[in-house]
């Protein structure tokens, strides 16, 4: 998911009104703020209500054996500066992906980072905070670094979080204005007011156990990640590294914990507010899962438990490798001027740069920013260039309509210049790893008790466009790059603007030859026609084909205004005809097996397909900060 949009510009009165807006919350958030002695005294009260209970006396902390920390201790004790080992697992199903996360956290016997841009307050976010709860209650130090915009926000479950217990400690990254909940208003002061700042979110999610075994990935901790929710899922990836990695992932972890903008949740002025209204703690904050889902939460507690059949079920995605970089953005990244460090963009780039044969790229949101648009013309001005293959989203499948419009902008651009070969996810793929007939390596029992896939929906005003079937649709949100089938990349970096400029990222680098090529073969099942829509360029008008492509290409260049009533776009969706092969763009027979499906297949006309042609008529300027 992309952090929060960004102020566009506007009229001189729009920006008068935007900013008698900020000042007026600014003003209103001054007058109810406790004074900072208050607000001290407050938070020392919550520290001194933690639990010093501790539950276990044995060493190892009563945790649970798990085979993956187990191997996480075994590749460090086999490993040497000259030669690390590490397993890793590619965790492509949602269910596989939260059994594995409850399972390591169960299985601490020192330490638990969790760092992560959204944790909801839903099912999934019940089952891990439960686990970390239990783990801290045991003896075992954890640590939660959450963004401030999207992780737990509600005031009431911080306080009590806060003052639960002594090995339990929550933070929050860059709380614009030192609160747990970013009310509306103050989401729109915030644009106004303090643009810069508002904007830096942290996009880690990491997840480290022990210093020895950890996960990292596209997944935040909310039910949609793990094909929970009733109305839109993402198909994502995580990916656990069990080796000396993992205590690169816990030095990362303490750079952002120590971080200036990492705030104490018990420092936070509403959870003081509650803290004090409440005369302490607020009651049952801690228990809010819906008992309806009861079934669901106990079967996935079974899984995690069932360390033999997670193990079982994951083995053919479960490889041996050597070194493996952990690369990420820092805290500095967030810093004026030359101290702004891009590390996650700058190595990525570089590996990029080096392929000889081919780029296989997945991102959910296909806008360039100006350093990866010059990469590619680099690539393609090359006498035998590399080819290159994108999977991202298309607009039926998306969460991010706005984004999806600059990507069609520009597809003329990323077709003929890139030379890009784009596959367009669809919102209801017929081969996927998110399937309501199967759970992964959780097997059969659990495939009947989970209920996938719920009630038949349409998106709403504020989620996804409108669809012209129902159902529970899929969008995708994995992160990873393949090199030539010999390097492989898993991470949080969408190779967009935002993740270039504003979001810390992080991912992890494996150059091993059957890893990658897992990697690639996960990927090109979600680019094959079942799965995506094919880009192509349309067929030819019979007449003024070249006035049309030098209009379409004239309106790119445009930064405010361009012509999209233009009725003759460059490129088009097409799906596969059955029967037919899957024969490139440029083959004689290519219009015979492939099938125009208009620019926005599977999308109804209303106001969302509007939308997207305003912004790609008007959107020009948002480009840098999606």
């Not at 075992?140 to 979080?161: C, I, M, T, W």
């Not at 490889?319 to 810093?335: T, Y």
């Not at 996650?344 to 360039?368: C, F, K, N």
């Not at 880009?535 to 205004?561: C, N, Q, W």
């Amino acid at each position: 998911m992309s952090a929060a949009p960004s102020w566009p510009g506007g009229t001189a009165a729009r920006r008068v009104r935007a900013c008698a807006l900020a000042f007026a919350v600014l003003l209103l958030a001054a007058c109810q703020s406790l004074p900072a002695p208050e607000r001290a005294a407050i938070a020392a009260e919550m520290v001194a209500a933690r639990s010093t209970v501790v539950d276990c006396a044995l060493p190892e902390r009563c945790a649970t054996p798990s085979s993956f920390r187990e191997a996480g201790m075994a590749k460090l004790a086999a490993s040497t500066p000259e030669a690390p080992r590490h397993e890793l697992v590619l965790l492509e199903r949602g269910p596989d992906a939260l059994a594995v996360r409850l399972a390591l956290i169960r299985s601490a016997q020192q330490t638990v980072e969790l760092k992560s841009f959204i944790f909801e307050a839903d099912d999934s976010g019940q089952l891990v905070l439960d686990a970390l709860l239990d783990a801290a209650e045991r003896g075992v130090r954890v640590r939660v670094l959450l963004d401030q915009l999207y992780g737990l926000s509600e005031p009431n479950l911080q306080a009590a979080l806060a003052s639960h217990h002594r090995n339990f400690e929550l933070r929050l990254y860059n709380p614009t204005f030192d609160e747990a909940r970013t009310q509306p208003l103050q989401f729109a002061a915030g644009i106004v007011c303090c643009f810069r700042r508002f904007n830096q979110r942290m996009h880690g999610k990491n997840l480290v156990v022990d210093d020895a075994v950890a996960i990292t990935g596209g997944r935040n901790v909310q039910d949609r990640y793990f094909d929970w929710d009733p109305v839109y899922n993402y198909r994502d990836r995580d990916l656990l590294v069990a080796g000396p990695a993992a205590r690169a992932m816990r030095d990362e972890f303490d750079l952002f914990w120590d971080a200036e903008r990492s705030v104490p949740a018990e420092g936070l002025v509403d959870v003081a507010e509650r803290w004090r209204r409440d005369g302490g703690a607020p009651p049952g904050r801690l228990d809010f899962r819906d008992r309806l889902h009861e079934g669901r939460l106990g079967t996935m507690r079974q899984a995690a438990a069932d360390d033999a059949a997670l193990r079982a079920g994951l083995r053919d995605v479960t490889f041996d490798v050597g070194a493996v970089r952990f690369i990420a953005d820092l805290p500095e990244k967030h810093a004026s001027g030359a101290a702004a460090r891009r590390d996650a963009s700058r190595v990525m780039r570089a590996i990029i740069a080096g392929a000889r044969e081919d780029v296989l790229l997945q991102t959910p949101y296909l806008v360039m920013s100006r350093p990866a648009r010059e990469l590619f013309q680099d690539l393609q001005e090359r006498d035998d260039p590399p080819t290159v293959r994108v999977s991202t989203n298309s607009l039926a499948a998306t969460d991010a309509f706005p984004v999806y419009a600059m990507s069609h902008k520009y597809k003329r651009a990323y077709l003929r210049e890139l030379g890009f070969r784009i596959h367009e996810y669809k919102p209801y793929p017929t081969d996927t790893p998110i399937d309501p007939a199967s759970t992964g390596a959780l097997g059969a029992q659990a495939a009947a008790d989970f209920p996938l896939f719920g009630s038949a929906t349409r998106g709403g005003n504020d989620g996804p466009v409108p669809l012209r079937r129902a159902g529970v649709r899929v969008g995708l949100h994995s992160k990873s790059i393949v090199i030539d089938r010999r390097i492989g990349i898993v991470g949080t970096h969408n190779f967009d603007p935002r993740s270039d400029h504003w979001n810390t990222e992080s991912l992890v680098v494996v150059e091993d030859a059957a890893f990658a090529d897992a990697l690639a073969d996960a990927i090109e099942r979600d680019m094959a026609p079942e799965n995506a829509w094919l880009i192509a360029p349309r067929a030819k008008p019979p007449l003024l084909s070249g006035l049309s492509y030098s209009l379409g290409k004239l309106s790119e260049a445009l930064p405010v205004f361009d012509l999209w009533i233009w009725p003759f776009p460059y490129a088009r969706s097409y799906a596969l005809r059955p029967g037919c092969e899957p024969l490139p763009w440029g083959d004689p027979r290519f219009f015979e097996c492939w099938e125009d499906v208009g620019d926005f297949p599977e999308v109804e006309v209303g106001s969302k397909r509007i939308y997207t042609r305003i912004i790609t008529g008007f959107g020009a300027g948002l480009t840098p900060i999606l």
